[in-house]
Structures are given as structure tokens and as C-alpha cells.
Antibody, heavy 120, light 111 residues
Framework: QVQLQESGPGLVKPSETLSLTCTVS????????WSWIRQPPGKGLEWIGY???????NYNPSLKSRVTISVDSSKNLFSLNLTSVTAADTAVYYC??????????????WGQGTMVTASS | QSVLTQPPSVSGAPGQRVTISCTGS?????????VHWYQHLPGTAPRLLIY???NRPSGVPDRFSGSKSGTSASLAITGLQAEDEGDYYC???????????FGTGTKVTVL
């Protein structure tokens, strides 16, 4: 079955760039939407943005100026870059899949999540 | 500040039925965008429970059911079990925000 695995640094200094990768295994990255979602400690879930396998993107307007999501189909992975991080960006970051042919625009498969702390 | 409002907590004894509401507006649920529900147990990845208001993905027990009316949606859990204890979130699309939004989250406690 399809599995997602987030990877990247667990600690990022304020004002620097947070970079995470989500590797897709057990299936193809093609023809799906791939999202990043985060959860700050003690708070709810926040959608960051998505990329379609062809490369088209859509970002949360509140983060749009700082976010870039990219895809590498040859490696079956997609990535998140979040610039100028502050303590408010400290969160568990999840990657997730949307299969519009099966579950409308829901997130049907999630990674386990990775904790990223923004601190000096 | 989420545009989808859920009660902070609900509780029930084993075997009982609980419901979780998700109140939106004319720019999300009321506009006809799909509502989805997720279960988030401690230390695990969120799990899709309901998609498109009422549909269960394969493997989700029929104890979980969804409904929608006007600008609100609800998740019902019947035959509550200890393993159901955790956080539950609704999710939809908001045209004013031009993006996906999650509810504020509800903690389910099994007494």
C-alpha cells in the first residue's frame, strides 16, 4: 500500500528556511494531489498547500508569500520550503495525498509527521 | 482562527452514541463544498473517516457516520469504544479564503 514519509531537519533557526521532503513509496506520485499540513503544539490542523503531480500548485493565502512546494516525479517525492521562519512555525508537519477519483478532495493517506522547531 | 467551529470536547460511556458538530458558513459548507472528517489519535497520523459528507473509506467501521445540513455538518459515533478516544476534525474548502480549512477540533473522551 502507499506510504508517505516526511524527512528533514528537526531544528531550524529563526529567519532561516524550513525544508522538508515527503517520499512516496508503494505507488506512483503521478495523477494525485500532494499536500503539506501542519499542527502547532496544542493547536489544530492547518493546510499549507498542495501540488499536483504535473507541478501546478495552490497555497494557503496566509502563508503564500513564504511557501514553495515542488515535486520530483523521477524520485517519487515532493518537497516543502518555508522561508523566514519564526517560532510560530514550530509544528508537526504532515504530508498527505488526495485521490480525487476516490475520495473527492479529502486527504486519504498521511505521513506519520515530523516535528520541526524554530529556535536559535 | 478557523472558519469551521467544533465543540472543544464531547464524552460518552462505552456503547453510547456521541455527535460532533461542525459549523461553517456560506463560503464553505453552505456553498456546497464537501465536508470530510478525520480521526487523530495520540502519536499517530490523522485518519480519514468520512469524505463527501457521508461516505466511509474502505476499512472504516459503520459505527462512524456523517451528515450535512445547510451550513453545518455532523459526525456521529455509535457504540462508542475506548479506542475511539482522540481528536476529531472536520475539513472543507472555503471560497473566501481560497483554500482548505480544518475545524477547531473536538476531543472525544470515553468515560
Amino acid at each position: 500500500q502507499v506510504q508517505l514519509q516526511e524527512s528533514g531537519p528537526g531544528l531550524v533557526k529563526p529567519s532561516e528556511t524550513l525544508s522538508l521532503t515527503c517520499t512516496v513509496s508503494g505507488g506512483s506520485i503521478n495523477n494525485y494531489y500532494w499536500s503539506w499540513i501542519r499542527q502547532p503544539p496544542g493547536k489544530g490542523l492547518e493546510w499549507i498547500g498542495y501540488i499536483y503531480s504535473s507541478g501546478s500548485t495552490n497555497y494557503n493565502p496566509s502563508l503564500k508569500s513564504r511557501v514553495t512546494i515542488s515535486v520530483d516525479s523521477s524520485k517519487n517525492l515532493f518537497s516543502l520550503n518555508l522561508t523566514s521562519v519564526t517560532a510560530a512555525d514550530t509544528a508537526v508537519y504532515y504530508c498527505a495525498r488526495t485521490d480525487t477519483s476516490m475520495v473527492a478532495d479529502a486527504f486519504d493517506i498521511w505521513g506519520q509527521g515530523t516535528m520541526v522547531t524554530a529556535s536559535s | 482562527q478557523s472558519v469551521l467551529t467544533q465543540p472543544p470536547s464531547v464524552s460518552g460511556a462505552p456503547g453510547q452514541r456521541v455527535t460532533i458538530s461542525c459549523t461553517g458558513s456560506s463560503s464553505n459548507i453552505g456553498a456546497g463544498y464537501d465536508v470530510h472528517w478525520y480521526q487523530h489519535l495520540p502519536g499517530t497520523a490523522p485518519r480519514l473517516l468520512i469524505y463527501g459528507h457521508i461516505n466511509r473509506p474502505s476499512g472504516v467501521p459503520d459505527r462512524f457516520s456523517g451528515s450535512k445540513s445547510g451550513t453545518s455538518a455532523s459526525l456521529a459515533i455509535t457504540g462508542l469504544q475506548a479506542e475511539d478516544e482522540g481528536d476529531y476534525y472536520c475539513q472543507s474548502y472555503d471560497s473566501s479564503l481560497s483554500g482548505y480549512v480544518f475545524g477547531t477540533g473536538t476531543k472525544v473522551t470515553v468515560l
